[in-house]
C-alpha cells in the first residue's frame, strides 16, 4: 500500500468519519429505522442540553406511540412532523392510569416549538382528565399541529403562542394558567362541554382567540365558550376577537359554576369583539352573560398586539 494511502487508512481507522450526535443541529425520527432514531423519546433524549442553538427534531411519517417529556434542560428544542396528519403521537394516557403525568406530550424547557404533525391522546370518552400536551414551560409556539383528546386537550401554564392548529375535545379542552394567544385556530367541539377554563392570576393575560372558528359536531345541545369558578380564580381572562361560531355555542355563552359561582365578578375579563356565525354574518350576542362585556375597536386592537400579550418574545419569526 503506498505511504499516502496508509497514512489515511490509519487515520480513518482511529480517527472514524464523525456522525450525527448529540451536538447535531438536526436529528431525524422514522419509525422503520431510516432516520437517526426509531423513537421520538430517543432523539429528544439526545439533543444537547441548555443550548444557545436551535436543535430540530425532523419526524418522519408514522404512528408513534409515546408518551414524551421535554424536560427543563432541553432549551430550544423543535420538533416538526413532515406530514400534519400522517406524523402522529397517538397513545392512551389519562388520569386513571398516571395521575402525575396523565399527559401525551409533557413540555418543561423553554423556547420550545412544535410544528406540522397530530398529537392524540387516544383515552376514549368519560375516562378521566387526558391532555393530549401539557406546557409548563415559557416561549412555547404551537404550529400548524392538531391536536386530539376528550377532557382537558389542552394544558398550558406559560406563555404560549399557538397558530393554526387544530384542536377537538369536549370538556374544559384549553385550560391552565398561561397567557396562550391562539391565532386562526379551528376548534371543534365533539360533544355537549365546556371549551376554555382560564386560571390566570391578577395582572396576567389569560386565553385569547383572535380570527379563529370555533364549530361544534352536529346535534349538540349545549357548549360553552368558557365556564369559571369566580371565588376560586376572580381574575380570568378569555378573550375572542373576530371568532366565527357555530350554533351550538349557547346565547350566553359563558358561566359561572363550581361552589363560589355566586361571588362577585368584577374582576373577571370574559370579553368579546364583532363575533360572527360561521358564514360570517354578524353574531347576536345580546343574551350574553351580564358579566361579560363587548369590547371597543381600540380596546380589541391592543389586544391584538403580541407586543401588549407577550412583552419582550416576539413568538412570530
Known sequence: ????????FALGTFFPAPLKSAAARELTVAADGSGDFKTVQAA??????????????????GT??????????????TLRGTDRRETRIAAINNANLNPR?????????D?????????????PKGGSQAEAIRVRADRVVL?????????????????????ECRIEGDVDFIWGGGTAYFDRCEIMAVHDGYLVQSRNGAGQFGYIFADCRIDTAPGLRRFVLARVDPARFPHSQVVFLGCAMGKFVTPAGWIFDGPGAGAPKESIR??????????GQPLDVSGRHPASRQLTPAE???????????GDWNPQP
Open 1 to 8: 500500500m503506498p505511504p499516502r494511502l496508509l497514512i489515511v
Open 44 to 61: 429528544i433524549d439526545a439533543a444537547p442540553g441548555n443550548s444557545p442553538a436551535r436543535t430540530t427534531i425532523v419526524i418522519k411519517p
Open 64 to 77: 408513534y406511540a409515546e408518551l414524551l417529556v421535554i424536560p427543563a434542560e432541553k432549551k430550544n428544542l
Open 101 to 109: 403525568r396523565r399527559e401525551l406530550v409533557s413540555v418543561e424547557a
Open 111 to 123: 423556547d420550545f416549538r412544535l410544528e406540522n404533525l397530530t398529537v392524540h391522546n387516544t383515552t
Open 143 to 163: 404550529e400548524r399541529c392538531d391536536f386530539k383528546s376528550f377532557q382537558d386537550t389542552l394544558r398550558l401554564d406559560g406563555r404560549v403562542y399557538v397558530r
Open 270 to 279: 370574559f370579553w368579546e369583539f364583532q363575533s360572527t356565525d360561521l358564514v
Open 300 to 310: 380589541a386592537a391592543r389586544l391584538r398586539d403580541l407586543r401588549n400579550i407577550f
